[in-house]
């Protein structure tokens, strides 16, 4: 597999990719290249087919038995704001924990400017943890939804989501996860974590390719669609069908994007979720000792990879991290990402809104190696 540099920036997107996941995609756009649920020649079935699959390749990884409550979308963030918008009105309360992605927090902020909904923040742990029981002191009378990420994009802490699961359904309360950070590198099962709404991204852990994500929807309440538009059926009806998926599945499909996660999924599924999560875990953990071998660094978050998906937020104290992520890719070839990685929340935890932090994203085609070249490299950029 070629790749050029070191990269560890995984947690904004994954890099390499399966090969099959580009070959699929590169057989349907010569093989096939027709769109899905519009025409009825066999090719467009062929490709509704397809697309069929990867819902139910979906539901499956997140142990969901509704395949046509998978939603297809471009992204994470337009999952999330399909699920917060869709929801939520105006005099609506809505908790959400501290370590929010902009994806969450820009689109509570502007409803509670535009709409005068009510936010709630779930305190946290200087570490980014947060307690499932500080959950229930902030649910009032209006509350309409919770939302939480799974998994710090800062601090990697994965979160008690099956707890916080557990509280929503007491109260009647939808909760939705951001699975950005952990779908295809940690286990998550909707039922056993009683998680109504969960919001994936293709891009990442899932190993397909970008432009492409999800809301899988296992829950009963009206979800007010983002878009109207052609569904490729009940073309006379003048409104947006009120049944899955087309209710808030709209316009062309990414059905290339659809197949390359589908394969995605499908090497998930061939090397299995526990070696993933073990490898992870490993590269996390000799990350974390090695990179305190580096004289002035400044390691942010827990220390044990039980407790994080494999993202290490560091800084040197000589240098700003903008710097830092300069000098590696320039003198090293390792690809970092330095600021506030649109979280700017979970930087006022650690301290570190105003000076951001180098973050390292593991993947699974990662390795030792590249941990031992970066601390290297960190070892000579923290002298110079
Ligand atoms: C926790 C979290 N939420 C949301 C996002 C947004 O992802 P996307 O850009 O794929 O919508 C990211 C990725 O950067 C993330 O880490």
């Known amino acids: 597999?070629?790749?050029?540099?070191?990269?560890?920036?995984?947690?904004?997107?994954?890099?390499?990719?399966?090969?099959?996941?580009?070959?699929?995609?590169?057989?349907?756009?010569?093989?096939?290249?027709?769109?899905?649920?519009?025409?009825?020649?066999?090719?467009?079935?062929?490709?509704?087919?397809?697309?069929?699959?990867?819902?139910?390749?979906?539901?499956?990884?997140?142990?969901?038995?509704?395949?046509?409550?998978?939603?297809?979308?471009?992204?994470?963030?337009?999952?999330?704001?399909?699920?917060?918008?869709?929801?939520?009105?105006?005099?609506?309360?809505?908790?959400?924990?501290?370590?929010?992605?902009?994806?969450?927090w820009r689109c509570v902020k502007t409803m509670e400017r535009d709409l005068g909904i009510r936010i709630s923040k779930i305190p946290c742990s200087a570490e980014g943890y947060t307690l499932a029981r500080d959950l229930e002191k902030l649910i009032r009378e209006n509350t309409a939804l919770v939302v939480m990420t799974h998994a710090s994009n800062v601090l990697g802490t994965i979160q008690p989501i099956a707890e916080i699961g557990q509280i929503c359904r007491q109260y009647r309360i939808p909760f939705l996860v951001d699975a950005a950070q952990t779908a295809g590198a940690h286990y998550i099962d909707v039922v056993k974590d009683q998680i109504d709404l969960l919001a994936f991204t293709g891009h990442k852990s899932l190993l397909g390719p970008m432009g492409i994500g999800g809301l899988l929807i296992n829950w009963e309440g009206d979800i007010c669609p983002l878009k109207s538009g052609g569904t490729g059926g009940d073309s006379a009806y003048e409104y947006q069908p009120d049944y899955y998926p087309n209710k808030l599945e709209t316009g062309t499909l990414n059905v290339p994007g659809i197949i390359g996660l589908h394969e995605?999924?499908?090497?998930?599924?061939?090397?299995?979720?526990?070696?993933?999560?073990?490898?992870?875990?490993?590269?996390?953990?000799?990350?974390?000792?090695?990179?305190?071998?580096?004289?002035?660094?400044?390691?942010?978050?827990?220390?044990?990879?039980?407790?994080?998906?494999?993202?290490?937020?560091?800084?040197?104290?000589?240098?700003?991290?903008?710097?830092?992520?300069?000098?590696?890719?320039?003198?090293?070839?390792?690809?970092?990402?330095?600021?506030?990685?649109?979280?700017?929340?979970?930087?006022?935890i650690i301290g570190t809104e105003k000076s951001g932090t180098c973050r390292i994203g593991i993947g699974y085609f990662n390795e030792k190696q590249d941990i031992d070249q970066l601390v290297e490299a960190l070892k000579s950029i923290s002298i110079n």
Request: glycine share 8%.
């Open 264 to 348: 995605g999924i499908k090497f998930i599924e061939k090397e299995g979720l526990d070696k993933i999560r073990k490898k992870d875990a490993e590269l996390a953990d000799y990350a974390l000792a090695r990179l305190k071998e580096v004289d002035d660094i400044i390691l942010y978050g827990p220390q044990d990879s039980g407790k994080i998906i494999g993202v290490i937020s560091f800084n040197l104290k000589s240098k700003a991290c903008e710097q830092i992520a300069y000098e590696l890719d320039q003198n090293f070839g390792i690809m970092i990402r330095a600021g506030l990685h649109c979280a700017p929340s979970a930087h006022q």
């Open 1 to 104: 597999m070629l790749i050029l540099g070191i990269y560890l920036d995984n947690a904004a997107t994954s890099f390499p990719k399966p090969q099959a996941v580009i070959q699929s995609m590169v057989d349907f756009m010569i093989e096939n290249g027709c769109t899905s649920g519009r025409g009825a020649y066999e090719k467009a079935i062929e490709a509704d087919s397809r697309i069929y699959q990867s819902r139910k390749a979906i539901a499956r990884l997140f142990n969901f038995n509704d395949p046509k409550k998978v939603i297809f979308t471009s992204n994470v963030t337009e999952s999330l704001n399909l699920a917060i918008k869709g929801i939520l009105k105006k005099g609506d309360h809505v908790i959400v924990s501290s370590l929010e992605h902009n994806g969450v």
